[in-house]
């Protein structure tokens, strides 16, 4: 199974979060299945056409994810997944 793990600015948002492990084949079963468990989640992290928001960076394998419309980048069972919240402002 992939683990996934958050930055800690995300846990501000979901005091439950925390590092598991997910059965997904791609980024977006992960999203779906980190959803069941973290209700309200995939809001967060995705629009309303699925694609990822312009201030959420998820690596794969530690390369940055490809596919940010319909994240299909496709996850093995020894993955590593880390998703963070990107900052901005001044």
């Known amino acids: 199974m992939a683990r996934v ?3 800690p600015h995300l846990v501000r948002f979901f005091p439950d979060l925390r590092e598991c492990e997910v059965d997904a ?3 977006r079963d ?3 299945e980190l959803d069941r468990r973290f209700p309200g ?3 967060y992290l995705v629009d309303e056409r699925g694609a990822l928001r ?3 960076v998820i690596f794969v394998d530690e390369r940055a994810l490809i ?4 994240l299909g980048d496709p996850l ?3 993955s590593s997944v880390y998703v963070f919240q990107a900052l901005s402002g001044g």
Do not use: C, I, Q
């Open 25 to 27: 084949v791609s980024v």
């Open 5 to 7: 793990r958050f930055t």
């Open 67 to 70: 596919d940010r419309e319909a």
């Open 54 to 56: 312009k201030h959420v």
């Open 41 to 43: 989640l995939a809001a």
């Open 76 to 78: 093995g069972p020894a």
């Open 30 to 32: 992960a999203v779906r």
